[in-house]
């Protein structure tokens, strides 16, 4: 009952002085704003982040490819290795590796389409049958490659869902033929929509055919341009990169003419990035709940000198210094808890302002302002801390106040 009662006081006692409360609780808001705020963009940026991720497969996802140009004693050059991907690689590290869930060849070659009379440039991806389970992006209608047009290195072609509307005006497209190059394929299937990955990347706009048909058509041997390659789990993303290389380079003679990147490193280095700009703003906060504290403690420490008959009267009928200690440090407390009520409404506002702002600028992608609960307690908890830290001294002050002495205080 008696937190209830004190809570109740220092409300009043908030609510009689208005500026004077709001200028005290300004560096409570200030930091309190702050903390919420840089949450709320580092946890959109890692939100947006796993988004873009599923839309080239998922967490477990790693790539596999040969540069044509590398950085070798500080200047490019063409890469010298006469190495490349093949088939019997993607089979290799798919039964060797004891880490690796599968793993999707794949060509990517930039083609001129024409249907009829009319004619686009759109992006070939040349793929095997489990490309949609790897990338999980599915078909909207008709069907997806299977072995037999693996095996028989058939002309079909599975269409983006851009291409469709671009040139099909969305009629059905299934049993059409377009023109890849010189070479006319028959449309079995449409792509749902699945719009850009990482700001340039149009899955919309590409046009897959089998790798087989590709390598007979287009490359003239048996070359994959990479692998999209799946780990198990996401805990055993690193084995599986590890594994992958040691395989491969068992393969073609030790040589390291490939690259791997697993989207596990790279949520690894964005997350250290965001752990970085996280820990510099919150230190920016810090200071200013620190200079938040420091304007508690004065505002107690003047609220004590003018309540100091008050405290007298009170202990003259029988409050006890602990009493009166407690009634202190819960008005401090409360101070602090309205002020970081008031900062998170303002992060919050902040958060969502600026990821507006920066969804404005990238264009490509939604910058979600993401708060979580935890991230709500904490601030709120802070608050009650910094309230109970500043407000300590001014309390105990008012405590040990002699009922004689305060009662003759003018």
Request: glycine residues 10%.
């Amino acid at each position: 009952m008696k937190i209830i009662e004190n809570s109740f006081v220092g409300l009043s006692a908030i609510f009689s002085n208005k500026l004077r409360s709001f200028l005290t609780m300004l560096g409570i808001i200030i930091g309190v704003a702050a903390v919420i705020g840089t949450i709320a963009i580092g946890e959109g940026a890692r939100t947006l982040v796993l988004q873009e991720v599923e839309k080239v497969g998922g967490r477990t996802l790693f790539i596999v490819m040969k540069h044509e140009w590398i950085r070798k004693d500080g200047r490019w050059m063409r890469n010298p290795s006469r190495e490349y991907l093949t088939n019997e690689d993607a089979l290799a590290i798919e039964t060797q590796s004891t880490a690796v869930k599968e793993i999707t060849p794949e060509i990517i070659h930039d083609i001129n389409v024409n249907v009829e009379k009319e004619g686009r440039r759109y992006m070939m991806e040349a793929t095997v049958p489990t490309f949609t389970e790897s990338q999980s992006w599915f078909l909207d209608f008709g069907r997806f490659l299977t072995r037999d047009d693996m095996t028989s290195k058939d002309k079909v072609a599975i269409i983006g869902a851009k291409v469709w509307e671009e040139m099909f005006n969305k009629t059905n497209p299934l049993g059409r033929e377009i023109r890849l190059g010189n070479d006319r394929f028959t449309v079995v299937g449409v792509m749902e929509e699945r719009g850009t990955a990482f700001g340039d990347l149009d899955r919309d706009r590409e046009v897959i055919v089998p790798l087989t048909t590709a390598q007979k058509r287009f490359i003239g041997r048996d070359m994959v341009g990479m692998f999209w390659g799946k780990a198990k789990s996401f805990e055993s993303a690193d084995q599986a990169v590890l594994e992958a290389k040691t395989i491969l380079m068992r393969r073609h003679n030790d040589e390291e003419f490939f690259e791997i990147q697993s989207v596990k490193g790279m949520l690894d280095e964005i997350n250290k990035i965001i752990l970085v700009i996280k820990v510099m703003l919150g230190g920016t906060a810090a200071i200013a709940l620190m200079v938040g504290g420091v304007g508690i403690m004065n505002i107690m420490l003047v609220s004590v000198t003018e309540r100091t008959r008050e405290i007298g009267l009170r202990k003259a009928v029988g409050a006890k210094n602990r009493d009166i200690l407690f009634q202190f440090l819960v008005e401090s407390v409360m101070l602090c808890i309205v002020g970081g009520g008031i900062g998170i409404l303002v992060g919050f506002g902040l958060g969502t302002g600026l990821a507006k702002i920066i969804t404005q600028i990238i264009k490509e992608a939604s910058w979600p302002a993401t708060v979580s609960i935890n991230s709500i307690l904490f601030a709120v908890c802070a608050s009650a801390v910094i309230g109970i830290f500043f407000g300590l001294y001014p309390a105990r002050k008012a405590s040990r106040l002699q009922p004689v002495e305060a009662l003759r205080y003018e």
